[in-house]
């Protein structure tokens, strides 16, 4: 057998995974397909959130009994910053050598430019902002120095999963190989093909759709604040959605949208809009684009067994982007050491599915329920009902989520502001965070 462990993919979940496994003795290969191991081309805002916030609700789950993928961070000297992962040993913590970029909160703003902040104040960090290529190539590192094998401009074609290990199909410059491991982690990131071969997602539910991401990246922002926020902004006469900025170290700015992929609306063409021609180009005057980068989200459900056979799925893979950085790390991390426990004979993969389904809002059905979504904002009013609502916000003195505010202050907001009311809730119950699979 030539390898212990073949890792497919080194995004936050295959570097990790290589560190751990490597630091543990195993003989270890990873491979990637883009040409350097550790780059990004993806889009992804890069921030990594403290605290246990989900993507759809802030409030705090009961029902399952959560030990959440999360994390601390402490600041050191410039270049010398450290990362805390959290349910997992404190051998998963990592230096951090990039540019942190600290966020002292999220504000959505209407077109008059009332804003609604996710924290009552602005004084606590609510996360920070990453440069990921220097964070993949800074535990890539530690990998290697291990003894890990980093092999980029490799992509894995085919796998199976047999009695006597796993056998990749890769292709390289070299040409095309088979490579023989004893297991195999699949961190392979969004609309994985690896998994759908390896029959991971028997049985997993469409979900309620795909949405497709552009961002723009920008050399300056006067942003309106007095400190960096992650902000989004609302005109809906440019866009049906919110346009989001925040920082993009080191020293930059990204600027981004989203829509259904089903959708006929031309991002890009919604960007130059609103930063040349709307009510929040103020905040981009002598701003120059310096790079373009565009993903595609699958909100489909999440799948529970995710370590089955020789194969552990870590990551985006098997559930949508909510997974987060952190969380990838931390079953980078996971998966790695369940690896080590089968190949000692013990039972991994029930060790890493334990984890798994306990460390992401995604797998409660209490949250699932809350997260059953409201349209966004810009999607159902105008700009004139959104600067309305925005100032309701205001005199509410009401911070938080948007999807966590509106459902619980329903009563009052009727009262007070019946026809946005019906045009928020009027769909009735619609699709919301897909539930497991
Ligand atoms: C629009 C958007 C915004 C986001 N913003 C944030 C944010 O602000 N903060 C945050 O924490 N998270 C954010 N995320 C989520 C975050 O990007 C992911 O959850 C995280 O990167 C998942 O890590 P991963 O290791 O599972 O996969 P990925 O990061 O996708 O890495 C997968 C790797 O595998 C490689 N690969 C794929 N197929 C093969 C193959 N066949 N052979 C070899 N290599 C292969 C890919 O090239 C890639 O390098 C966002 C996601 C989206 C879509």
Not at 2 to 26: F, N, Q
Not at 79 to 108: I, Q, R
């Amino acid at each position: 057998m030539e390898y212990d462990l073949i890792i497919v993919g080194a995004g936050p979940g295959g570097c990790m995974a290589a560190r751990k496994a490597a630091r543990d003795g195993l003989n270890v290969l990873i491979i990637e397909k883009r040409k350097e191991a550790g780059m990004v081309t993806r889009f992804c805002s890069r921030l990594l959130r403290l605290g246990e916030g989900g993507f759809a609700s802030d409030k705090v789950i009961t029902d399952v009994d959560m030990d959440k993928a999360t994390c601390t961070i402490e600041v050191g000297a410039p270049g010398k910053h450290f990362v805390h992962m959290h349910g997992v040993p404190p051998e998963a913590s990592f230096a951090y050598t990039g540019e942190l970029d600290p966020c002292f909160n999220e504000s959505w703003l209407s077109p008059a430019g009332v804003n609604l902040d996710r924290d009552a104040n602005c004084r606590t960090i609510d996360g920070f902002v990453i440069d990921k290529e220097v964070m993949l190539r800074g535990i890539l590192m530690e990998a290697a120095d291990a003894g890990c094998k980093i092999q980029g401009a490799t992509k894995c074609l085919e796998i199976e999963d047999t009695d006597d290990g796993v056998r990749l199909k890769v292709k390289s410059p070299a040409g095309t190989e088979t490579l023989r491991a004893k297991r195999a982690i699949v961190a392979d990131g969004s609309f994985s093909a690896l998994a759908e071969q390896l029959g991971f997602n028997e049985g997993r539910g469409p979900g309620p759709g795909r949405l497709r991401f552009m961002s723009f990246i920008l050399d300056r922002c006067n942003m309106p604040y007095r400190e960096m926020r992650r902000m989004h902004c609302a005109q809906p006469s440019v866009h049906r959605g919110f346009l989001n900025v925040g920082p993009w170290p080191p020293g930059l700015w990204e600027l981004s949208c989203s829509a259904p992929v089903s959708s006929t609306v031309r991002l890009p063409q919604i960007i130059e809009e609103f930063l040349t021609n709307s009510a929040f180009s103020y905040i981009f005057e002598g701003a120059n684009i310096l790079d373009r980068q565009g993903c595609s989200m699958d909100l489909r459900p999440p799948v529970r067994e995710a370590a089955r056979g020789n194969v552990i799925c870590v990551g985006d893979n098997l559930a949508y982007a909510e997974v987060a950085i952190k969380g990838a790390i931390g079953c980078g991390f996971k998966a790695a050491e369940a690896t080590a426990l089968s190949l000692d004979g013990k039972d991994g993969n029930a060790a890493y599915n334990d984890y798994w389904t306990h460390a992401f809002n995604f797998f409660s059905p209490e949250y699932n329920k809350r997260a059953v979504r409201l349209p966004s904002i810009p999607a159902v009013l105008d700009d004139d009902e959104t600067d309305t609502l925005f100032r309701w916000f205001a005199d509410q003195g009401v911070s938080g989520l948007p999807q966590d505010i509106l459902p619980d202050n329903r009563a009052q907001l009727a009262e007070d502001l019946p026809e946005i009311t019906a045009k928020l809730f009027s769909r009735g119950k619609r699709k919301g965070a897909p539930a497991a699979a």
